[in-house]
């Protein structure tokens, strides 16, 4: 079967090494709008190139401009409201809790920043009107942007990259002979700047972010740009540099904003602006080049993956995105995977803010949801792939931002609430405002920063580095100190729920009208989580033995999940749920993914449930929602329908239809293969990154089990690089047949090493490999079993079909390497 399916999709060959266009996105014409334009970007500054032979356009971001200056955004009256409120829960009354919560906890302030464009680079060329021959890409193993054409019997080359190193804009025209290159530069705004001109080779750009809602605007911006040809002439109008008969030329964007912290505006954005041109300018474009590049692989080097390579890989990006879902192309899959790392990179740099809604890039001035922070799933997804795929830098500037509202969030625990600790609500944003916003439907959620706090513990599993839990304990203490506050008795068992609260954007089939409600499995599932986290960091660290009591003491009256009518995890306390209800969000199957108190292994009744409630819930939806499900199915064993899931996420939308009129629309990927919510939220990118991981690897229940959710068309291939919980790194692993042929994994912390394999695997040199008997001892994957689950007397008793799988436990020492090979 898989030999035929081989065949007659052509496989190139699975051993062969990754060829260079496997990792380039590229194109046959420059593109049309900005779904189709190529993204740059180095942590701070963003580009889109459209690579037009006639009219480049060059969209610029720089990821601090953003609408209204430091605020808060705390509903004062909600301290007076909150008995009311959940008197009124208690009571039944969930659409008066609703108008209740409107009135009084919902912010009357801002609802959030939005993020802003800085602008746009015009290059108005003579001479290439007629152009053939034309190419472009974007290849993500250099992180640089190439468009060459011929015009007039003419070569044209144009390079574009946003240095890491040097934090400009570099783009470098060439042509085959000399005196070739002539346009008109410009610097625009949808907004009002000023622009002016610095003798004959510097254009500036400066300008004010917007004010929003009840905020003033105060994010002051420059963006400086600079000619450096070689032959020809360059003049300077008032609002722009013309370039006549140039042989080559250098284009320098600079950009800064006054932004230092969330508190402060006071740099100086044209001093900032011209000094990282000056120090760029010193360097050679041979230099500037080979830096960045050194700078950017230095990270996306330590992944590689081969899933094998079909004739696809001879189109163009757009159509294999056209094409995925109809045959197969293992070598598009790795690509969007690589991609997703490649995004990660470009928008997630250590000292700068984490990647927003939609990374660092944007075309707006008031984009959906503002661009910002939604904190009820979209900006954690952003995460899911950091540690895994060997990215741990990249995660820290969430762990910063996160560090920063536990500070801005302290007040809002006590003013709105009178709690102890820190918390936020399902949104932030630059100015790290934690105050409900958007309406009571889908802002009333008190437990952003609990989810949020997940990130500081799942970093430590990971590298196992105690001084680093010791830095963030405060900020977890800080958060679970909020959920004891906020806990209140509910009063038909007296658990302690989150109330008021919702299960994220949606409402029970109960009372459809409000979404108001108390102790939502996700709720319970991510105190519980918060809470043993706290325990066990606690405990390593030595501290807190009697605030330890009191979490366990809370834990113990915790609802526990519950399995309802339909066979399903509840969503809600009570039995609530419609079969129907296809809701984007699948808040409760938290506990499944990115969570790990369901397991197949160790409750399988709700291991039963969560995959009942995910067949319900269906499989299109949103962007971000098809690749959490990619994630939960590959958490759930089962490789093929998480590829089913992939093959809905990488369909073409945002092209016109066969039609010619309308437009492809949903959920799916665009040409410059940006996950479409719609509109774009790079969420989906990540969560698409993170899901094949899953299928490959996984380290969350006890064991690094490998190939875990390998789907049926993936049956050769290899990846390097990915990481596991308790400081193991997967060096090497392959597989042939469905079969793991070679395991080396590196032990950095020590420990014992425990594998669950469906393949029988023996040792390939010295290593010792016992079959594994009793509790895993490495304290730094430390299994915690979840509450036990009530199941209705409805629920299906469970019959679960597991592949029978083989659990090895290999003592390591730290920096040893362990190899296994198939039996
Ligand atoms: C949540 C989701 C939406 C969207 C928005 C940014 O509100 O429910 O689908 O992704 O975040």
Request: include cysteine.
């Amino acid at each position: 079967m898989v030999l035929i399916a081989a065949l007659s999709f052509g496989i190139v060959g699975v051993c062969q090494k990754t060829t260079d266009s496997q990792l380039k996105l590229w194109y046959n014409k420059p593109a049309k709008n900005w779904n189709e334009a190529l993204p740059l970007g180095n942590g701070r500054l963003g580009a889109m190139v459209f690579g037009n032979p006639v009219n480049e356009h060059i969209q610029l971001n720089e990821n601090t401009l953003y609408t209204g200056s430091p605020n808060r955004n705390d509903n004062p009256l909600a301290k007076e409201a909150l008995p009311k409120v959940r008197q009124l829960i208690f009571d039944g009354k969930f659409k008066e809790a609703l108008d209740m919560v409107n009135e009084t906890m919902i912010t009357k302030t801002s609802h959030g920043a939005a993020y802003q464009t800085v602008g746009d680079l015009h290059l108005n060329f003579s001479g290439t009107n007629d152009y053939t021959n034309f190419y472009r890409e974007l290849d993500i193993e250099k992180a640089i942007t190439t468009t060459t054409f011929t015009a007039n019997g003419v070569e044209y080359q144009r390079e574009a990259f946003t240095s890491f190193p040097d934090q400009v804009l570099v783009v470098r025209l060439t042509a085959s002979k000399s005196g070739c290159i002539s346009f008109t530069s410009t610097l625009s705004r949808p907004a009002h700047v000023s622009i002016f001109s610095e003798g004959n080779n510097v254009l500036k750009m400066s300008g004010v972010s917007s004010d929003h809602e009840t905020v003033k605007g105060k994010v002051a911006f420059q963006a400086h740009m600079k000619i450096v040809p070689e032959g020809g002439s360059l003049v300077a109008t008032d609002t722009s540099l013309v370039l006549t008969n140039a042989n080559s030329a250098l284009i320098y964007i600079s950009m800064a904003t006054n932004f230092v912290n969330y508190n402060d505006l006071s740099a100086d954005a044209n001093k900032r602006a011209s000094e990282y041109l000056a120090k760029a300018e010193k360097k050679s474009y041979k230099q500037l080049l080979a830096d960045h590049i050194a700078f950017y692989q230095n990270y996306f080097n330590r992944v590689s993956l081969n899933l094998g390579a079909t004739d696809s890989i001879k189109n163009p990006t757009d159509v294999r995105i056209d094409q995925f879902s109809k045959g197969n192309d293992p070598a598009l899959a790795a690509l969007y995977f690589q991609f997703g790392r490649y995004l990660l990179i470009s928008s997630s740099q250590p000292g700068q803010q984490p990647a927003n809604l939609q990374g660092l890039w944007g075309d707006q001035l008031y984009a959906a949801w503002d661009s910002k922070y939604t904190i009820n799933i979209n900006t954690e997804m952003n995460y899911w792939p950091a540690e895994p795929t060997s990215l741990p830098e990249m995660h820290e500037p969430l762990i910063q931002m996160i560090k920063e509202l536990s500070v801005a969030g302290q007040k809002t625990a006590a003013d709105m609430y009178g709690a102890k600790g820190w918390m936020a609500h399902h949104n932030t944003d630059i100015w790290r405002i934690c105050g409900p916003v958007d309406g009571a439907y889908w802002g009333m959620w008190p437990m952003g920063g609990v989810w949020l706090s997940q990130h500081l513990w799942e970093k430590f599993a990971f590298n196992g580095d105690v001084d680093y839990l010791r830095s963030v304990y405060p900020i977890m203490k800080g958060a679970a100190e909020f959920c004891l506050s906020f806990l209140t008795p509910e009063p038909d068992h007296g658990w302690l729920v989150m109330a008021p609260s919702v299960s994220p954007e949606n409402s029970p089939a109960h009372h459809p009208e409000s979404s108001i409600s108390a102790g939502t499995t996700m709720d319970n599932q991510l105190v519980f989580d918060l809470l043993t986290k706290t325990i066990e960091a606690a405990k390593l660290l030595n501290t807190d033995t009697d605030f330890i009591s009191k979490l366990e003491k809370t834990i113990e009256k915790l609802p526990p999940m519950q399995i309802g009518q339909y066979g399903q995890l509840q969503e809600w306390m009570y039995d609530w749920d419609n079969p129907e209800d296809k809701h984007r969000h699948v808040s409760h199957l938290y506990g499944l993914f990115p969570s790990n108190q369901i397991s197949p292994y160790r409750n399988p009744e709700l291991f039963e449930a969560a995959k009942t409630t995910l067949i319900q819930r269906g499989d299109p939806s949103t962007g971000w929602s098809m690749n959490w499900k990619i994630n939960l199915w590959a958490r759930l064993l089962d490789g093929n329908h998480a590829y089913k899931l992939m093959c809905e996420q990488i369909k073409l939308v945002g092209v016109k239809r066969p039609d010619g009129k309308s437009f492809q629309e949903g959920g799916g990927t665009y040409p410059n293969m940006f996950d479409a919510h719609p509109p774009f939220q790079i969420d989906g990118n990540f969560g698409f990154t993170s899901g094949l991981t899953e299928m490959l690897v996984q380290s969350h229940d006890g064991a690094i089990h490998i190939l875990p959710a390998l789907p049926d068309n993936w049956q050769m291939g290899s990846v390097k690089g990915i990481r596991a919980r308790g400081g193991f790194e997967i060096e090497e692993l392959e597989w042939k047949d469905g079969q793991v042929t070679k395991l080396k994994i590196k032990s950095t912390l020590g420990g014992n090493c425990r594998i669950r394999s469906y393949s029988e695997l023996k040792t390939g040199g010295k290593t010792k490999l016992v079959a594994a008997d009793k509790e895993n001892n490495n304290p730094f994957y430390q299994l915690v079993e979840g509450k036990k689950p009530l199941i209705s007397e409805k629920a299906k008793s469970s019959q679960l079909n597991l592949k029978t799988s083989f659990l090895f436990d290999i003592p390591t020492k730290p920096g040893q390497e362990i190899v296994l090979i198939q039996k």
